[in-house]
């Protein structure tokens, strides 16, 4: 692929493609857009429309390359278009989409799935991460006979009612809806703590005595920029969990087969009682998944009472991206992704270093966010006082010179098995210049 050739020459022959397609999209969708961040708000620049993938870039309507660290907000940890993804699923589509019925690519992931995460004994499908927690939270509930659940400022877990809330005024009071359409009876059952806070969460348990169905955590905090769990954070929260009764939901949407093959599970080694998955397992196709400990997925329908349906559950092509996928994440995959996050983070903290600009630089694995404030957030509050202006204009000039970084401070970079020496090489001389602007 000639990629400079069709910066030179493309993007000036149909210079107008975005802004036609930016005002028909306007005119179609809520702000402009099928998911908030898309819109590219944040940081003062109109969205990209994008029509095309290929390793680690992707091509917008005009037909301008960039070098890629959205990755489909995680899924691409392969790279776009991976040759052997796509053959997987063309060769599923030729046998028909939805059949109606279990397929044997359903058994065959699942199987790899469980394999990988021990402690996901059954699993079920389903087509979306807010659907697999949204499930799994209904399951926490109808397994325990308890109604609170226990979240972290700052955690996404989907936009299902029940945990699209904000903290109340207090460590240990119930949460208020955090947004229009959200109920008081929908955000009242539901209690938002600091991330990182063991004592905010035990005064949870002291002031709410068997009222906990159970907490659900980000294990490595990935919606307000990266934030790594401090020692014993998360050990402790599986102690406060079993010492009180309650469960402890990991939601692996973005970190499961990200930070390790296993996720944060395998990587911290905690074991969950329910974990919720998405992205990476379907290979960048709609999927969701979420699974434990035997005695508890015994209640889902049609063995417990615990009910939970969906007509494109377990899709075949979803299933065919995600065993494709899981294939190539091999040992030496992970080793590859850890040296290029490892080289992407010192040569940044270089580069910031070297132009005076002061940041702080958090990674997990291949999850990686440059916050510009000095020191390493380990709260959404603290990432919250990040400069938010900073990152807008770093983030025009990488995006200037080529380079796509997520449109927000508070979204992660996603490296790719794609990215190597010459990638993250071209990355930093932007950084450099994107930081002496």
């Known amino acids: 692929m000639t990629i400079s050739t069709e910066r030179a020459?493309?993007?000036?022959?149909?210079?107008?493609?975005?802004?036609?397609?930016?005002?028909?999209?306007?005119?179609?969708?809520?702000?402009?857009?099928?998911?908030?961040?898309?819109?590219?708000?944040?940081?003062g620049r109109p969205p990209l429309v994008l029509d095309r993938g290929s390793g680690p870039?992707?091509?917008?309507?005009?037909g301008r390359w960039y070098l890629d660290y959205i990755g489909s907000w995680g899924p691409a940890i392969l790279?776009?278009?991976?040759?052997?993804?796509?053959?997987?699923?063309?060769?599923?589509?030729?046998?028909?989409?939805?059949?109606?019925?279990?397929?044997?690519r359903e058994v065959e992931l699942g199987e790899r799935v469980r394999a990988a995460m021990p402690s996901m004994e059954r699993v079920r499908f389903v087509s979306s991460g807010t659907e697999a927690v949204m499930s799994a939270i209904r399951l926490a509930r109808g397994a325990t006979g308890r109604d609170l659940i226990v979240k972290f400022?700052?955690?996404?877990?989907?936009?299902?009612?029940?945990?699209?809330?904000?903290?109340?005024?207090?460590?240990?009071?119930?949460?208020?809806?955090?947004?229009?359409?959200?109920?008081e009876a929908a955000a009242r059952d539901t209690i938002v703590v600091p991330y990182n806070d063991v004592?905010?969460?035990?005064?949870?348990?002291?002031?709410?005595?068997?009222?906990?169905?159970?907490?659900?955590?980000?294990?490595?905090?990935?919606?307000?920029?990266?934030?790594a769990p401090l020692p014993g954070f998360l050990e402790a929260l599986r102690e406060l969990t079993e010492a009180n009764g309650a469960l402890l939901i990991f939601d692996e949407v973005i970190t499961g087969f990200r930070v390790a093959r296993g996720g944060a599970q395998a990587r911290y080694g905690i074991v969950p009682d329910l974990t919720t998955l998405g992205k990476i397992v379907g290979g960048g196709m709609p999927i969701g998944a979420?699974?434990?400990?035997?005695?508890?997925?015994?209640?889902?329908?049609?063995?417990?009472?615990?009910?939970?349906?969906?007509?494109?559950s377990g899709h075949p092509l979803s299933m065919a991206a995600g065993i494709a996928t899981?294939?190539?994440?091999?040992?030496?995959a992970y080793e590859m992704l850890e040296a290029t996050g490892a080289a992407l983070e010192s040569g940044l903290r270089v580069a910031a270093a070297e132009t005076g600009r002061e940041v702080a630089i958090a990674r997990v694995g291949s999850l990686l966010t440059v916050f510009f404030r000095r020191d390493l957030p380990h709260d959404a509050a603290q990432a919250l006082d990040a400069d938010r202006e900073a990152y807008a204009r770093f983030f025009g000039a990488m995006l200037d010179q080529g380079v796509l970084l997520a449109p927000s401070q508070f979204e992660a970079w996603f490296v790719s098995v794609a990215h190597g020496d010459a990638e993250v090489g071209e990355t930093l001389a932007a950084a450099r210049k994107a930081f002496a602007a």
């Open 326 to 332: 899981l294939n190539l994440l091999t040992p030496v």
């Open 199 to 227: 004592d905010a969460v035990a005064e949870v348990f002291r002031a709410h005595p068997d009222r906990v169905a159970a907490i659900i955590v980000e294990p490595v905090g990935a919606n307000v920029g990266v934030i």
């Open 9 to 43: 020459g493309a993007a000036l022959r149909t210079a107008s493609r975005q802004d036609d397609l930016r005002a028909r999209a306007a005119d179609l969708f809520p702000g402009g857009v099928n998911s908030p961040v898309r819109a590219f708000r944040s940081v």
């Open 290 to 312: 979420y699974g434990g400990r035997a005695d508890l997925m015994a209640h889902i329908a049609p063995e417990g009472g615990v009910y939970q349906a969906g007509t494109l």
């Open 153 to 183: 400022a700052g955690g996404y877990h989907g936009h299902g009612d029940s945990l699209l809330v904000e903290a109340g005024s207090g460590l240990a009071t119930l949460a208020m809806p955090g947004s229009a359409g959200v109920t």
């Open 79 to 104: 790279g776009h278009a991976a040759p052997a993804v796509v053959d997987a699923v063309r060769e599923a589509a030729l046998c028909g989409f939805a059949l109606g019925t279990t397929g044997p």
């Open 57 to 62: 870039r992707v091509r917008d309507v005009d």
